[in-house]
């Protein structure tokens, strides 16, 4: 019987679903790529397909995702960028091989060459962290609410007052959480 894998934490945002891949933060860490299989399984879930991953490819890409929340928690504090981290952001995207392409919706997609490695999709999401910290996409980067998780989201929402990464995870804790609370109090006032 195989180990069962957390299940993958996705979104619209390629960057911030990517840091996802560790979840609860500061709480009881979840790692989501724990080995090269798992990396190229999330890689395929955004269509940035690749054949192989060796460990060191999964150490880059975990330096990466790291990199990339730290840069869109600074962002997201309105702090300076920490430098480290955008080197190691700005290097990833500058490997990378990929081509932006137009789909029949009228999305900007990134196409892999047949030959794609990991760094080519790195790189992808390299510059989409990019352009998020850089404003130049429609919403604003915020961090969550939950103080377990505080992973930094995208918000693309009307009102840009989400407080969760996800209603359905972190979300949905902290509303459960608030309502076994109130009904704790209730019990004890009787």
């Not at 330096?63 to 290097?91: C, F, K, Y």
């Not at 604003?140 to 009102?159: E, I, M, N, V």
Request: net charge positive; charged share 25%.
């Amino acid at each position: 019987m195989r180990d069962r894998q957390p299940e993958f934490r996705l979104g619209s945002v390629l960057a911030t679903s990517f840091t996802g891949t560790l979840s609860e933060r500061h709480g009881v860490p979840v790692e989501r790529i724990p080995t090269p299989q798992r990396l190229i399984d999330w890689l395929d879930v955004y269509d940035l397909n690749v054949d192989s991953c060796t460990a060191g490819q999964l150490d880059l890409a975990r330096e990466l995702r790291e990199s990339i929340h730290q840069t869109a928690t600074a962002a997201a504090q309105g702090d300076d960028l920490p430098a480290a981290a955008l080197e190691i952001v700005n290097t990833c995207s500058t490997r990378g091989r990929a081509t932006a392409v137009l789909s029949d919706t009228r999305e900007r997609r990134w196409q892999l060459s047949s030959s794609a490695r990991v760094e080519d999709a790195l790189g992808v999401i390299a510059a989409d962290a990019i352009a998020i910290i850089a404003g130049e996409r429609d919403g604003r980067l915020a961090l969550c609410a939950s103080p377990t998780c505080q992973a930094a989201f995208f918000d693309t929402s009307q009102s840009r007052s989400r407080r969760w990464c996800d209603m359905n995870t972190c979300g949905n804790r902290q509303k459960k959480a608030r309502f076994t609370a109130n009904q704790r109090a209730k019990s004890d006032r009787r």
